[in-house]
């Protein structure tokens, strides 16, 4: 083995050993697709007290230099023995961190003081990402701070437009896919990668930047909990957050300042759970029939259908602590945000009720002892009434293509909103009614009958100037709000050639 880089740390791939030097190494450039893996010199590890998180955990974060570190006033959360919460679902222990408490009320603030201080670090001046708003809005806040130094440009889909809350700053630019969903933004975002080499695709969970931030709640959290934590809960997506809380907790294991590894729990939702289902196979990697392809639901932030590429890692990270992975249904996490805001007064988003709809159903099952130490990461709250930003630009599926023209304002309307102007007007409803993606249609939601439904589609025909064949008009079409964006958004995109419509 090689020596540490800087005398801190060293980059390996997982697949060939490979090791590289100090930079941007998202996968090894031999393997295609493996990981380059962060290793810390545990020997040379002194946390501090520091008041800013990135200067007190500085020895287990990828940053070479203290001098790079930005404050970016994230972090230091709240940890509170909830016990309210904990009696009402039958667990003695159960331990918030708060991430609500974050400047953009989600955890993932703490990616975006990281990554630009990486980027700076690295002379990395211009990058691509795309966001379901979290990631994007905290990376935002941090960029905004770096007019002449950085760069962001970003990729979102349709209705994850409202996701994205800060005004418009100088140094980022918005690509909206109007018509299309955040998988087609996801895939547009490479394509311009692809085609737009000198801006760096910043990845990810294959971001070692990106997803070594996220392990600090955890880090914090064992600071403020007065017992050894023995699962760790979060909702997940990509589960880089996870990941490397798994890689935090064998840190501190190494560092001799726990004593066992927490066992982590991964939570998804029934509508986009693909990781539960390659785990509840017990396979190694996921594979088609554990893909989602058109990911809905109520946690927006989760809306990762395929996760194939990091299955494999987040699967040995809960196996090797005792974990597993978990499904939550839509009725359980309703019933766990409200339970949350009745025993803890706690407003939180439902990627982290997911978190407490898991540990009370684990609980009720025996699966979870009433005394077990249980962290919950409550990993964000919804912002609500928040700006965003106008997008410079419209990108259209054409072909296997895209093509991008700059936005119009007042013409540039996303298929979400057409859907709910038809729906509004067809069904005389307040015109500030608030609908989503997962607003009924039939029964319970707006409860339209047959009728109603005829005279629906009828106006989605007019709007969209497209046809609605009879059998089309099915439940699976129309049970939701976001099922009719979907089937609207079908009608109206150019599918790649000899794809059917
Ligand atoms: C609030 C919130 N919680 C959890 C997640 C899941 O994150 P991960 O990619 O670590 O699975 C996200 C991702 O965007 C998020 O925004
Ligand atoms: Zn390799």
């Known amino acids: ?56 955990f500085f020895d287990l974060l990828p940053l070479m230099s203290r001098e ?5 006033g994230d972090g230091n959360t709240p940890c509170f023995h909830a016990r309210e ?23 993932k603030d703490r990616m975006g003081a990281l990554v630009v201080a990486v980027f700076r670090e690295l002379g990395i ?5 795309s966001s379901t708003g979290n990631s994007c809005t905290s990376l935002a806040r941090i960029v905004s701070r770096y007019p002449d130094d950085i760069r962001m440009s970003i990729f979102v889909g349709d209705e994850f437009l409202q996701r994205l809350n800060w005004p418009n700053e100088p140094n980022i630019t918005v690509y909206w896919l109007k018509n299309g969903t955040f998988v087609d933004a996801h895939e547009a975002a490479r394509w311009f990668s692809q085609n737009h080499p000198e801006w760096v695709s910043e990845r990810g969970f294959f971001s070692f930047a990106k997803r070594e931030s996220l392990k600090t709640a955890y880090l914090e959290a064992v600071e403020q909990i007065p017992e050894p934590i023995e699962y760790y809960f979060q909702g997940i997506s990509s589960a880089m957050g996870l990941y490397s809380t798994f890689g935090a ?31 509840e196979r017990g396979a190694e990697r996921m594979e088609e029939q554990d893909i989602i392809r058109r990911p809905h639901g109520l946690s927006k932030s989760t ?51 997911m978190t407490v709809a898991a540990a009370r159903k684990l609980a009720q099952a025996g699966r979870l002892r009433r005394d077990a130490v249980i962290m919950l990461n409550i990993t964000g709250a919804d912002r609500v009434g928040q700006p965003s930003p106008m997008p410079h630009y419209i990108v259209e599926r054409d072909g296997s293509g895209w093509t991008v023209t700059p936005a119009d304002p007042v013409r540039d309307v996303g298929v979400m909103e057409r859907v709910r102007q ?35 589609s009828l106006a989605l025909e007019r709007e969209f100037g497209c046809h609605i064949s009879e059998n089309e008009l099915t439940p699976q079409h129309f049970a939701t709000v976001g099922t009719v964006a979907d089937l609207m958004r079908s009608k109206i995109t150019r599918e790649p050639a000899g794809a059917p419509n």
């Open 422 to 456: 038809v729906l509004v007007e067809q069904n005389r409803l307040p015109t500030d009614t608030r609908i989503d993606s997962e607003t009924r249609l039939v029964d319970g939601g707006l409860a339209l009958d047959s009728v109603g439904l005829l005279e629906f």
């Open 85 to 107: 919460l904990g009696r009402a679902i039958g667990l003695d222990k159960v331990y918030i961190k708060d991430e609500t408490k974050q400047p953009t009320l989600t955890t």
């Open 125 to 129: 001046r211009q990058f691509v990402t």
């Open 1 to 56: 083995m090689g020596d540490w880089l800087g005398g801190k740390l060293r980059l390996t791939c997982v697949q060939c050993g490979r090791e590289f030097p100090w930079g941007f190494y998202p996968q090894c450039t031999v393997c295609a697709g493996a990981l380059v893996e962060i290793e810390y010199n545990l020997a040379r590890v002194r946390l501090t007290s520091s008041g800013c998180p990135m200067d007190r």
């Open 68 to 72: 790079s570190i930005i404050d970016g």
């Open 303 to 353: 809306l990762r259908g395929d996760s194939r590429m990091v299955y494999p890692y987040v699967r040995r990270a809960m196996v090797e602590s005792g974990g597993f992975a978990v499904t939550a249904t839509q009725e359980e996490m309703r019933e766990a945000r409200e339970l949350v805001r009745q025993t803890e007064g706690l407003d939180i988003c439902y990627t982290s009720a």
């Open 249 to 279: 907790a064998q840190q501190l294991l190494g560092l001799g300042r726990i004593a066992r590894l927490p066992a982590m729990v991964g939570v998804q939702e029934e509508t986009c759970n693909p990781m539960v289902r390659a785990w």
